[in-house]
């Protein structure tokens, strides 16, 4: 299939002119020293994307006025009074109720909140509400995980206000058509996503991608993108995506990290110490996605050694150095073998499994192979095999290893994009690593009389006071 994979960077509101005036910069310019550091870091991860929008960009400003000005002549938008309590650093207007001590109710905020009354233009949200309580009762998957789901439906049904997508009080946002104030950042930054793919100006470019399958949030920007942006899309006679996923929080010490926390960590400086993949590995493989998880280097350095170091990469050590040492590094003719029935469905299970999201689940089925693979080696000992010099069944057994490892290589690159690219090499293979599974996944594709070529180990094991 044709996969467009977009992200970027919200840029606009009160919270980033107040950092940029506090650093001396115009907010542009603090954001243009900021956004290289995002991609250097999505690089030095191997994240891959199709387009990096910025709000600020001149394509999605227009698509945000464009958007303004028809919801203005259908009458979805319009002008009223606003007044309420309004937290400058959330960017959100809160009911007296809610407030916690006249304090923001956010748990990562918690700051002093101001009486602001101002006229805006509002978004007519609470004409939807109908149409999205039939949405959620009619596609009870849409949200997940199940928690933010009901979390959305409870609110539908305490009922919906209108929207207020306008500020007066600052101007640091996309100008309003026909000028009185900006629009406001939780307006404007939903429209990246139909921006990015030319809403309105390419209707064959758009409708190749959108709705889109699936839109990845963090859990406490969910109602924005459940109850505002399916509305906005309806008013604007468009689909809502077909999956919005709440991601959970990382958190230390029991508490979310972040930099308004004060808490947060370097990720350069794990990438240094654990690799790309290492990192990469334990983000996916530790916690449920969607649930939060606790981080601690501790954590990060047992399942590196455990299940990076030792149970992936020795095995791959052991199969070439045997390799080296029984058939001068060439792959044998394969034999009689159990793993082709025993794990048929091993890579659609895990195709399925990443399409859901599950990615420690994922991880856990492909490990199944890892061990599988690990106990053929303690179990039916090659050493024994070769010693006693049964040509015909150590060939058998060499070439199951090999081939084992040409399936990880291949079910890994998603997760692993740099070691298993390694394996790949030192297979003696070139291409194909990133071909469609259904052709690469078939028992028996590693031609025998390839020449492998032990290299430098995938993950040298560390010694734990390095990751104290």
Not at 47 to 63: C, G, K, M, N, P
Not at 98 to 125: A, H, I, T, Y
Not at 280 to 296: A, I, N, P, V
Not at 438 to 455: D, I, K, S
Request: some cysteine; aromatic content about 14%; overall charge negative.
């Amino acid at each position: 299939g044709d996969a467009f994979f977009l992200t970027g960077t919200d840029e606009h509101g009160q919270k980033v002119a107040d950092a940029a005036a506090a650093a001396g910069l115009s907010p542009q310019e603090w954001c243009d020293r900021l956004i290289p550091k995002w991609q250097n870091l999505f690089a030095r991860f191997n994240i891959s994307y199709d387009d990096f929008i910025r709000t600020t960009q001149l394509r999605h400003e227009l698509v945000v006025q464009r958007v303004f000005e028809r919801l203005r002549e259908t009458g979805d938008v319009y002008l009223g009074k606003y007044e309420g309590w309004y937290c400058s650093n959330d960017e959100t207007f809160w009911l007296e109720s809610k407030l916690v001590n006249g304090r923001c109710p956010n748990p990562e905020c918690g700051r002093e909140v101001q009486w602001l009354s101002e006229d805006d233009w509002f978004f007519r949200l609470s004409k939807y509400r109908d149409r999205l309580l039939q949405h959620f009762l009619a596609h009870p998957d849409w949200v997940r995980p199940r928690s933010a789901y009901n979390e959305m439906v409870s609110m539908l049904n305490e009922g919906l206000e209108d929207f207020s997508i306008s500020r007066s009080s600052f101007d640091w946002g996309v100008p309003i058509p026909g000028g009185g104030g900006v629009i406001y950042v939780w307006f404007d930054a939903l429209l990246n996503y139909i921006s990015a793919i030319d809403w309105s100006q390419n209707d064959a470019r758009f409708h190749k991608y959108w709705p889109a399958s699936v839109q990845l949030i963090g859990k406490e920007i969910m109602r924005f993108h459940t109850l505002v942006w399916p509305a906005v899309l309806w008013a604007l006679g468009e689909e809502a995506p077909q999956l919005v996923f709440a991601h959970g929080w990382i958190t230390l010490d029991g508490q979310k990290i972040g930099k308004s926390l004060g808490n947060a960590i370097d990720p350069f400086a794990l990438i240094d110490r654990f690799g790309s993949d290492g990192v990469r590995y334990f983000l996916l493989r530790e916690g449920h996605f969607g649930s939060d998880f606790s981080y601690s280097e501790a954590k990060i350095a047992q399942r590196y050694n455990d299940e990076l170091a030792n149970d992936l990469g020795n095995l791959f050590r052991r199969t070439l150095s045997m390799l080296e040492r029984y058939r001068n590094s060439l792959v044998p003719q394969p034999g009689e073998s159990v793993f082709p029935e025993r794990f048929a469905d091993l890579p659609t299970r895990v195709q399925q499994l990443i399409l859901d999201l599950r990615f420690r689940d994922a991880l856990e089925a492909i490990w199944e192979l890892v061990t599988a693979l690990n106990r053929e080696i303690d179990e039916r000992k090659p050493w024994a095999i070769y010693k006693a010099g049964d040509v015909r069944a150590l060939d058998a057994l060499m070439y199951d290893l090999c081939e084992g490892l040409r399936w990880l290589a291949v079910m890994l690159a998603p997760f692993l994009p740099e070691r298993a690219a390694l394996m790949w090499k030192q297979l003696g293979l070139e291409s194909g690593l990133r071909d469609d599974w259904r052709e690469t996944l078939v028992w028996g594709g590693l031609a025998a009389g390839t020449q492998t070529a032990l290299g430098d180990a995938l993950f040298p094991r560390l010694e734990l006071a390095d990751a104290s």
